[in-house]
């Protein structure tokens, strides 16, 4: 009897394997996850090599070497230029036209127009610039003539976009033997500045 229960049990077991067998699923496969795509990062300051364009308004103060005779009026005008970005500093030229009508007490006379030839240089603040600015400067008036001179100041400018700059500029100027009276003249602009990089 053993033995029939024993063959039985063997006969029933050949039979129960193949049907557990097709029962088993395999594990199904872990999923793959793809790395992320590198985000690029942007620079923590911009490039600013390149042409720029743009305008210029504020106020001038107009003194002289002749007691009473000195003025002061809004100013403003056109800039335009070009920088070349070093890393960490910037160098660059830049020329200015502004109109005035700074009437000068004591005579019957006003300046009208100023140009300027800069040279600029400056460290670079996240997006914006710090600089130091100087050149040659030529003034003109409605009846006392002209005089060219020089001039030092300084200035910030800040990225707003790529390609707009916001900033406020100070310039002191000097000019010796302004006109036939052989006038000393000085003269303090502050300017806010726009400008359009190409």
């Known amino acids: 009897?053993?033995?029939?229960?024993?063959?039985?049990?063997?006969?029933?077991?050949?039979?129960?394997?193949?049907?557990?067998?097709?029962?088993?699923?395999?594990?199904?496969?872990?999923?793959?996850?793809?790395?992320?795509?590198?985000?690029?990062?942007?620079?923590?300051?911009?490039?600013?090599?390149?042409?720029?364009?743009?305008g210029q308004l504020g106020y001038a103060w107009v003194d002289t070497d002749i007691n009473n005779v000195d003025g002061d009026d809004i100013i403003g005008g056109i800039v335009g230029g070009y920088d070349y970005d070093l890393g960490n500093w910037v160098v660059g030229v830049g020329l200015d036209y502004d109109f005035a009508d700074i009437n000068l007490s004591g005579v019957n006379a006003s300046v009208e127009?100023?140009?300027?030839?800069?040279?600029?240089?400056?460290?670079?603040?996240?997006?914006?610039?710090?600089?130091?600015?100087?050149?040659?400067?030529?003034?003109?008036?409605?009846?006392?003539?002209?005089?060219?001179?020089?001039?030092?100041?300084?200035?910030y400018e800040h990225r707003i976009t790529d390609q707009v700059s916001l900033g406020l500029e100070a310039l002191y100027?000097?000019?010796?033997?302004?006109?036939?009276?052989?006038?000393?003249?000085?003269?303090t602009t502050v300017q806010a500045r726009a400008t359009f990089r190409f």
């Open 113 to 155: 127009e100023v140009f300027r030839a800069k040279l600029r240089g400056g460290y670079k603040i996240g997006r914006g610039l710090l600089y130091g600015t100087g050149g040659y400067a030529w003034a003109d008036t409605d009846n006392l003539g002209s005089d060219d001179g020089w001039f030092l100041g300084g200035g």
């Open 1 to 54: 009897m053993l033995k029939h229960t024993t063959a039985l049990a063997a006969v029933a077991s050949l039979f129960a394997a193949p049907a557990l067998a097709g029962n088993i699923t395999p594990a199904a496969p872990e999923p793959v996850i793809a790395a992320p795509a590198p985000v690029p990062v942007a620079p923590l300051t911009p490039n600013w090599t390149g042409f720029y364009a743009g």
């Open 173 to 187: 100027h000097e000019f010796d033997g302004f006109g036939n009276a052989n006038t000393d003249v000085d003269a």
